[in-house]
Every structure is written in C-alpha cells, then in structure tokens.
C-alpha cells in the first residue's frame, strides 16, 4: 500500500508540534509520505526529514500551497481519499472496505483548524475514530492500526543510522558506522 498523509490546514504558530507529530506517527506506523498545506513551515519539514534520515526508510514529505490541487492530483494517480472526522462513518466498520477499494494508493487527510466542507465531499469516506472530539493524531494511529490490522508494527526502515533493540530494562541503541551497513552498539543498559 501506497500512503500518503495529507495535513491540512497547518498554521506556524499554533500547530507545529502537533503536526510533526503526524508526520512521526505516521511514519511510524505505515505511511510513505507527507503533505503540509496550510502555511509553509520550513522547520517541521526539516524536523520530519532529519528523523527519517536517522532512523531509516523514505519518507519524503512537502508543502502544498493547495489541498485541492494535490487532491486532485493525487485522484488522477489512482488515489483514494480517506478524511479524518469524527463525524464521519466508523473506523471499525469502514476500514475493510478501504483496505479493499483503495487498492494500495491511499490518501489520508487529517485537519486541524475547521476542515472546508468540500473536503467532505472530495474525500471517497470521511472516517471517525470514535465519535467523540480528541486529537489528530491519535485519530491517525489508531485509522492506520485498524486499516493495516496491526502488521504496520513490524514495519522495517531500510539504511536506518540509528535503531533501538528492544529489551526490558534500560536503552540499547545501535548507530550505524559511518560507512557501510555494520552497527556498532553506542549505548547499552543504560540506567534509567
Ligand atoms: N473542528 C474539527 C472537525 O471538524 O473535525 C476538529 C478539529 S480536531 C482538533 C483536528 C483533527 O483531528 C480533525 O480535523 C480530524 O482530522 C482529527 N480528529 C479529531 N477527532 C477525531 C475523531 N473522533 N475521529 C477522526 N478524526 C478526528
């Protein structure tokens, strides 16, 4: 599947955190992509790069200046649109079908101030996390759990500098050598 992340509506001084955090969350758990309109933040797309060239895969991610143009764009590449809302049709109802129709190229939207009514329509399903008010991105994480049903939390990052392996106790990180694939461990066991 083909995943693009699409934030809408981002303004500098109010959402650039939390829009990082989209980014990183949907990374993290499947996208392949992100797209910031609303105003341009150079520092969110710098913060979102520089994680994905330490920690591995590719997730390129760029401004818009129009949601409907890359819409738009996106549809006549074969995407479908799925929109975040919570007065959308259930996750848990809907997501099979998405999985199904979307045939591996997906676009989902997530707002942040209040979202235009022609997303509604332009949107192929508009999609509640709940019906209930609460965050983008817990909205994103658990859409992309449900529509991936939990394989998105094995995902590999290919030519990743830094990774953790996971244990119980204390932090183990391993950074790749400056040249070449081999990982050195540069942390281990540390207290916490
Ligand atoms: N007034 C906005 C609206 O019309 O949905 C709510 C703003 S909310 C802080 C920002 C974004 O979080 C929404 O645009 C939506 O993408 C997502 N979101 C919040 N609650 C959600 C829910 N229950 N289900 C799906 N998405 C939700």
């Known amino acids: 599947m083909k995943l693009v992340v699409l934030r809408l509506g981002h303004r500098k001084a109010r959402d650039k955190r939390i829009t990082t955090h989209v980014f990183l969350a949907g990374r993290a758990l ?28 590719r997730f390129p991610v760029k401004h818009s200046p129009s949601y409907r143009k890359t819409l738009s764009g996106l549809k006549r590449r074969g995407f479908r649109v799925a929109h975040l809302t919570m007065y959308g049709e259930r996750v848990e109802a809907v997501a099979p079908a998405i999985r199904r ?26 999609v509640a996390v709940t019906g209930q008010p609460h965050s983008e991105v817990a909205a994103l994480a658990i859409f992309l759990h449900e529509l991936f049903g939990g394989k998105e939390l094995a995902k590999k990052f290919a030519g990743a500098r830094l990774s953790i392996v996971p244990q119980a106790r204390g ?10 694939n081999q990982k050195r461990i540069y942390s281990r066991n540390a207290q916490l």
């Open 30 to 57: 499947g996208a392949d992509a992100g797209v910031l309109c609303g105003e341009n933040d150079e520092a969110v797309l710098k913060s979102v790069s520089g994680v994905a060239g330490n920690w591995g895969g």
């Open 101 to 126: 129709k979307a045939r591996g190229r997906l676009c989902v939207v997530v707002g942040a101030e209040k979202v235009p009514g022609d997303v509604y329509r332009l949107s192929d399903w508009n």
């Open 171 to 180: 932090k183990k990180v391993l950074a790749a050598k400056p040249r070449g």
